[in-house]
């Protein structure tokens, strides 16, 4: 939510990353299909 609030005035495409890897989690632990799923399955970022 930081980084989008200061980022928002450059228009950025910001997303997150799709079901699969946890919030917190060490991406060096999760194997290359899951983190090949969640980053082509990336949502856009939407402020609530």
Not at 8 to 24: D, E, F, H, K, Q
């Amino acid at each position: 939510f930081y980084l989008f609030k200061k980022l928002s005035r450059y228009n950025p495409l910001i997303t997150t990353l799709a079901r699969g890897v946890a919030i917190g989690d060490e991406l060096e632990y999760t194997d290359e299909i899951t983190l090949g799923r969640a980053l082509n399955n990336r949502n856009p970022y939407q402020q609530s």
